[in-house]
């Protein structure tokens, strides 16, 4: 393991080697959860003259108090340089995960709006505060993207308004902006795929395959940040995949892409497929935004996300399914991906694609359905095949999913079954 030692002024041990530790809510004096306050994650390019290099703001309280303290989190990075390019913000954006995990006492989940960090009670003790956070974000941004940022200023907000002001106005409709710019883009348009082995740090044998349609399983690489980062770090974690040595179209099968996935997986791995969730699947790291799962009675598959914390009707949480989805092996039947992912028209498509979708929580459901349904429509010619998706405030288990699925004559009850 590669240890960095650098000169980042913070109270805790900072290096790649941290990165897989986990801090549990025994051991936490404080937490930043999505799934409790608004969170974001941010970064933005200015013009040089806009900011100030170095300017370290916090906006809100700090983390004193009596463990737990819970507060909302927005780590907001605006950086300045004659060579940036707006392509290159979701880039040193996905960094901020792995560059919270290196800091001793500090766990990071997640990826823009969605996260969890959590500080552990030595960390605290030892006197570590959200300015450290700052620090952290800064020294890494001059320090990994010196090649194109000349200045950078950051601010943590905690203040929950501030936040959710942050959340509305600049980060979501960036967020969507972002995915806006790949929506007409199809596999079939490019010649070129890019490996993903950014979570090689903690697990080793993990590589993405992310293309135009099936974007990194962290939900925040997307086949245009794959493109930005080979031309930002030539050397670094994404390496492209030329598109040829078709084996199978169905289970998007390539000899190219096998072979490359060999090299960057240093043997670990020999074959993957793009679009199949049985045969060869794509391997997990740890911070898949969803678990697909085969639901075997259904003819279909369930989703759960990150942050749904009940059981699903395969008898297991996300929790559960995660323990033994992650760690960089094929899984055959069970499959981690980005929520945007979901709604492509490569999902699963070996196995028939997005009409085996039988289940999934709520709240993912609500806010897929709208790109759920528009894909569905052009694939098979369904109106609002959302509805015909079962959740946890319908059932959960077998018997109850089955009687909605047949109640709706869910189209994956007819097709042949699943394995
Ligand atoms: Fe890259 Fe995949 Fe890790 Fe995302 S999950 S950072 S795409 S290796
Ligand atoms: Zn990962």
């Known amino acids: 393991i590669k240890v960095k030692a650098k000169n980042i002024e913070i109270c805790m041990g900072f290096a790649s080697a941290f990165e897989g530790e986990i801090i549990r809510k025994s051991d936490m004096h404080a937490e930043f959860y999505s799934g409790n306050n608004p969170t974001c994650e941010l970064v933005v390019m200015r013009n040089l003259e806009e900011i100030e290099d170095h ?37 040193i954006e996905r960094k901020v995960h792995h560059w919270f995990n290196y800091v001793e006492g500090v766990m990071h989940t997640g990826q823009r709006n969605l996260i969890r960090v959590r500080i552990s009670k030595d ?22 993207f010196a ?30 902006a972002r995915d806006e710019r790949l929506a007409s883009m199809t596999d079939e348009s490019v010649d070129t795929f890019y490996t993903c082995t950014l979570c090689q ?3 080793p044998s993990h590589a993405c395959v992310v293309t135009p349609e099936r974007l990194g399983l962290c939900g925040a690489v997307s086949w245009l940040d794959a493109k930005a980062t080979k031309e930002l770090t030539p050397a670094g974690p994404c390496q492209p995949i030329q598109k040829i040595g078709c084996l199978d179209e169905r289970t998007g099968s390539y000899t190219e892409v096998n072979k490359i996935i060999g090299e960057a997986t ?16 794509m391997t997990s790291c740890g911070c898949f935004e969803c678990i697909c799962g085969i639901m075997p009675e259904a003819g279909g598959v369930i989703v759960a996300n990150r942050e749904y914390a009940g059981v699903t009707p395969t008898g297991m949480t ?7 989805t992650g760690g960089g092996v094929q899984t055959p039947g069970f499959m981690g991906h980005g929520r945007h992912f ?11 694609g997005i009409e085996r979708i039988v289940w999934m929580p709520k709240e993912l459901k609500d806010d897929i359905s709208e790109r759920l349904n528009k894909t569905a429509k052009e694939l098979y ?22 009687a909605f699925l047949t109640s709706k004559s869910h189209p994956a009850l007819k097709l042949d079954p699943i394995m």
């Open 266 to 281: 240093h043997g670990a791995l020999d074959k993957v497929t793009l679009y199949s969730i049985l045969e060869d699947p």
């Open 342 to 352: 979901i709604s492509s028209k490569k999902f699963i498509a070996a196995e028939g």
């Open 381 to 402: 010619g369904i109106d609002n095949f959302s509805d015909m998706i079962c959740d946890e405030t319908i059932a959960v288990d077998s018997e109850g999913v089955m």
């Open 55 to 91: 300017k370290i703001t916090i906006i809100g309280p700090d983390i004193d108090g009596t463990a737990p303290v819970e507060l909302p989190l927005a780590t907001y990075v605006e950086v300045a340089g004659k060579k940036m390019q707006a392509d290159f913000e979701p880039v």
């Open 201 to 203: 740090s903690f697990a």
């Open 123 to 144: 960390a605290y003790a030892k006197g570590f505060r959200v300015k450290d956070l700052a620090e952290v974000v800064y020294h890494e941004v001059m320090d990994e």
């Open 147 to 176: 090649s194109v940022v000349d200045k950078c200023q950051v601010t943590i907000v905690t203040d929950k308004a501030k936040v959710e002001k942050i959340l509305k106005e600049e980060g979501m409709p960036r967020y969507a």
């Open 318 to 324: 996300f929790g559960e399914l995660a323990s033994m």
